[in-house]
């Protein structure tokens, strides 16, 4: 269950407070309800303060999603993804500040977003040592393309080297079909240690005025291969439900049993009406 507080205080001031609350119902085919941990309470806590002197700029200071890898998050649980690890430290957000600027950066750029932060996935202030730059620009109708540079220093943790990645991708939108693809590459990974690059790709198709249901499927290089399947009901103004499978097998162990998981999501999200100008989620 997803639960997000947003409050306009002006038209160039907002705050936001996300928390979150996972259940995993099935995995490999045993019932995990009794002995699940409920994990990531708190998802985000920022202030945003936008159009400064009515420039197209804006910076998100607090607690969020660095700017690094593909912008979307189709599936229900997309914490569940194979690549979420490598761009949230552990599913877990850091805090951190984010410049934003829009509209024709350079005379090319559509959007370009910068983060500094502290590499340390816990809450405790520490040392400021990661920065990521993405990149978005729309190439051709309804088609956009995002690159991304992340550095995580990881002067909390005397047993890890720093990490560089990069991500390429592509997304595809006519209003009814949305599909994407990215690659990824890394180094000295903490969470997959053996691996270079990635790839994932997927499609989701609007079912009616409410409904959508998204595929996805993701390859990490010498570790893991996934694929998903899941439906998004928005049932109300505010509520929304979305259940989702996924299957995932072992690279270097072709031997080891697939695993499977099944969970849902239910999110309620209070909206304030404002202007069109102003009416942006991030």
Avoid: C
Avoid at 202 to 223: F, M
Avoid at 239 to 267: D, T, Y
């Amino acid at each position: 269950m997803e639960l997000k507080l947003e409050q306009e205080w002006s038209e160039h001031l907002r705050s936001a407070i996300g928390f979150k609350i996972t259940q995993q119902l099935r995995k490999n085919g045993r019932s995990d309800v009794e002995h699940s941990e409920i994990e990531e309470w708190l998802e985000q806590a920022y202030i945003e303060i936008r159009e400064i002197a009515d420039k197209p700029i804006a910076f998100i200071i607090g607690m969020q999603r660095v700017a690094w890898g593909q912008d979307l998050q189709k599936m229900p649980i997309s914490d569940n993804n194979l690549f979420r690890p490598l761009s949230n430290d552990d599913q877990k957000q850091v805090v951190g500040i984010t410049m934003v600027l829009e509209e024709n950066i350079f005379h090319f750029l559509d959007k370009l977003e910068v983060s500094i932060f502290e590499s340390d996935p816990s809450l405790s202030f520490g040392k400021v040592d990661g920065a990521a730059v993405r990149f978005s620009k729309t190439i051709a109708n309804n088609v956009q393309t995002q690159l991304s540079f992340l550095h995580k220093g990881n002067g909390h943790d005397s047993r890890s080297k720093a990490e560089d990645r990069i991500s390429l991708g592509l997304i595809y939108s006519n209003g009814d079909w949305t599909t994407w693809i990215e690659g990824i590459g890394f180094q000295n990974s903490n969470i997959y240690k053996d691996a270079r690059y990635g790839f994932s790709a997927g499609a989701a198709k609007k079912l009616g005025a409410r409904g959508e249901v998204i595929i996805e499927g993701t390859w990490i290089d010498r570790s893991l291969k996934q694929m998903g399947i899941g439906y998004i009901w928005k049932f109300s103004k505010n509520w929304s439900i979305g259940p989702e499978i996924r299957i995932s097998s072992h690279e270097k162990n072709k031997n080891s049993e697939n695993e499977f998981s099944a969970g849902f999501r239910l999110q309620y999200q209070f909206q304030k009406k404002s202007s069109a100008n102003h009416n942006k989620t991030r």
